[in-house]
Structures are given as C-alpha cells and as structure tokens.
C-alpha cells in the first residue's frame, strides 16, 4: 500500500504575452513537440476556449496529465504537470517540462509549488 | 495581479473496489449525474483504458477539472478536484464533490492535501 505515484507541480504563471492566454493554438503546437522531446506519450486531450477570452487545455499522458487554464483578464494561468513514476522516476523530467512551459510563456513571475502525492 | 484561482484537492484514495478501478464506467455515469447536482459545467472529457488494468478519466469543466488515475495493482487512485471561484466561491463545492467521490470507491483510507493556488 505504500505506493506513491509521484511528482505533481501546480504553479500560477503571470505573462504579458496575452496571446498566448487567449487562444491555445501555440500552446497546442508547442506542447505536441514538448511531448516528443521529452519521450512521454498523449493518450487524450481536451482544448475548450471560453467566450470572452481564456480557455483550459488538457492532455492525458501514460505518465498521467498536464492542465493549464488561462485568465487574459488578470494575465495568468495555472499550470499543472503530473507524472507517475510507475516504470521510472519523472521528477526531474516533470521540473524540466515546468521550466520549459514557463519559457513558452516568457513569463518570469509565478508561483510553484511541488506535492509529492 | 492578486487574483487567484482557487482551491484544488489532491488525494490519494484507497479501495478494494477492484472493479471501480478497472473499469472507468461506473465512474462515468456517476460523475455526470454528480456534476448536474453540484451544478457544475462539462466542457470536454478524455476516459483511457490502459491495457493491463488501470485507467485515466480527466473531465474539463468550466469551473477547470477533475482528474483521476487508478492503480487496481495497488488498490488506490489518484483524485484532483480543482474548482476555480472565477464567478464565485467553490471550495466548499471542491470538498462537497471530493467527499461524494470518497463515497463512491467506498473508501476509508486516504492521502488527502488541499493547495489555495
């Protein structure tokens, strides 16, 4: 009973880059490469825009999820990155999809936190 | 740039529902009818099977998501309700729902963490 699935990084990032909060076609772009590079593998996604600005972003991973949900209006969003470590240990590779989300977003303020779950 | 989201349960729960875990339909049909009562609001969801056992359900809502990844090989899954309280206040809706979903694995131990994001 003592298994613990792994690492998931919760963080709110603030940018100017409000296009990037608006639509996800960049995001959705950058993050099927990220994937790739990062050898983890979508199984499911889900993309909604809201009317009026900001939409939530979704993918499934076999190694669990990302999420984001984006606020135009207060130029934010939330991060989530959720890998298991059920074949091999991804904490270093979730802290290195975080820093390469955080560069996507050209953001250099935000809040990060790590729960070991 | 004050804003925040809102608050999102982390949690690990535990069950010997074997079958809960192995299958995501029992859960599907009680998520739709638990997300009309706590009048919550679908807008996207993926639900994938993995071969050997296990599964991820992630629905998107316009309050943002609910994640679950389950491991029957150790009786436990992973729960994230996020509500954000974008047109309101939704934490005590966030613990309400988590508790239901508790219920529902029919579970009475559990790992359980709340992050104000």
């Given at each position: 009973m003592s298994y613990q699935p792994g690492l998931h990084i919760l963080?709110?990032?603030?940018?100017?880059?409000?296009e990037l909060l608006v639509s996800p076609d960049s995001l959705r772009?950058?993050?099927?490469?990220?994937?790739k590079r990062l050898d983890l593998h979508a199984v499911g996604e889900v993309y909604?825009?809201?009317d009026g600005g900001g939409y939530t972003g979704v993918v499934c991973l076999t190694e669990s999820?990302?999420?984001?949900?984006?606020?135009?209006?207060?130029?934010?969003?939330?991060?989530d990155v959720f890998l298991s470590n059920y074949q091999k240990n991804n904490e270093?590779?979730?802290r290195d999809f975080w820093k390469s989300i955080q560069n996507f977003f050209q953001s250099s303020e935000f809040q990060y936190e790590e729960v070991y779950r």
């Open positions: 963080s709110r990032i603030y940018t100017t880059q409000e772009t950058y993050l099927s490469e990220e994937i909604h825009s809201f999820h990302i999420a984001f949900h984006t606020w135009p209006e207060f130029g934010l969003l939330t991060v270093s590779k979730a």
